[in-house]
């Protein structure tokens, strides 16, 4: 942690939420005539399998409802059809769980990088050792490629079991609720109840950016922590984390292609901020 971090870190402590939201606002691209197709961004979503259809197509649509151009599911192909019939919107992949292996169905998910701008992977995604295994190698390929990454749901599970495969990973937002929070600091021999659990979970990790939900969002990536005290609904049902996943992914992107960085945090964490508004 060098100086000029510390500095950031007192720095973001003397923001108001409606200095950090201003900041926030800055993210949102300016609509244009000479814009084209794919222009305000392409997300993809890795997850969905036969019991789980409904979580890859929360998080894909809301891409969509928040900005995003192009949204694609990279699903099992036992929830492909059902995704397909939720919506004519979105872009279905029956990749996951390919009969020609873990491998294969990695690497074909790995040639859509080059026209996706971020990749949410974790909703509806199930703990079939399988899909597993070919999501880890998606992860790996995207750390290659640069990409961003919003982890939610059972992403989460499975860098609880291979914490290495995020670790020290600058573009990935990870989106914990509070009984994948537990898991993930029990994995890290951190106790989740410490004060600052959220910033030894995020330095346990290299200084990953984690969004802690709960009724006061908590974001930190181990140096800044940003917290949102906008009330949302006091009710807290299923899919209400695919939503957020969805929305930070478009922010995320955006946020990326700023020409100048927030003075007081990250690109990563002011798009985690900026989701739970």
Same mark, same amino acid.
């Given at each position: 942690i060098t100086t000029a971090s510390l500095k950031m870190a007192t720095t973001a402590?003397?923001?108001?939420?409606?200095?950090?939201?201003?900041?926030?606002?800055?993210?949102?691209?300016?609509?244009?005539?000479?814009?084209?197709k794919g222009c305000q961004g392409k997300v993809g979503v890795v997850g969905g399998c036969f019991e789980y259809t409904g979580a890859p197509y929360f998080a894909a649509l809301t891409a969509l409802r928040v900005g995003a151009d192009l949204s694609h599911v990279f699903c099992e192909r036992d929830a492909a059809t059902a995704i397909k019939s939720y919506s004519p919107e979105l872009i279905v992949h029956p990749e996951l769980?390919?009969?020609?292996?873990?491998?294969?169905?990695?690497?074909?998910?790995? +040639?859509?990088? #080059?026209? !996706?701008?971020?990749?949410v992977? &974790?909703? @509806? %995604?199930?703990?079939?050792?399988?899909?597993?295994?070919?999501?880890?190698?998606?992860?790996?390929? +995207?750390?290659? #490629?640069? !990409?961003?990454?919003?982890i939610? &749901?059972? @992403? %989460?599970?499975?860098?609880?079991?291979?914490?290495?495969?995020?670790?020290?990973?600058?573009?990935?937002?990870?989106?914990?609720?509070?009984m994948e929070f537990r898991r993930l600091c029990t994995a890290r021999a951190?106790?989740?109840?410490?004060?600052?659990?959220?910033?030894?979970?995020?330095?346990?990790?290299?200084?990953v950016t984690i969004l802690q939900k709960g009724?006061?969002?908590?974001?930190?990536?181990?140096?800044?922590?940003?917290?949102?005290?906008?009330?949302?609904?006091?009710?807290?049902?299923?899919?209400q984390g695919d939503l957020t996943a969805g929305s930070i992914a478009v922010l995320f992107q955006w946020a990326r292609k700023r020409t100048t960085s927030p003075p007081f945090a990250s690109h990563a964490c002011l798009a985690a901020w900026a989701g739970c508004w």
């Open positions: 402590l003397k923001f108001t939420q409606e200095a950090i939201l201003a900041e926030a606002r800055q993210i949102l691209p300016v609509l244009s005539h000479e814009h084209h769980k390919h009969p020609s292996g873990n491998e294969h169905s990695a690497k074909r998910i790995q +040639a859509w990088f #080059s026209r !996706l701008d971020a990749l992977i &974790g909703p @509806g %995604l199930g703990r079939d050792p399988d899909t597993l295994d070919a999501t880890a190698q998606v992860i790996k390929y +995207a750390r290659a #490629s640069s !990409l961003p990454l919003v939610d &749901g059972d @992403g %989460l599970f499975l860098l609880s079991r291979q914490p290495e495969l995020i670790s020290g990973y600058e573009h990935a937002i990870l989106t914990p609720n509070i951190i106790d989740p109840t410490e004060d600052d659990a959220l910033k030894m979970l995020a330095r346990s990790l290299d200084n009724h006061e969002d908590r974001i930190s990536d181990g140096i800044v922590e940003l917290r949102c005290t906008h009330t949302g609904s006091a009710r807290r049902c299923g899919g």
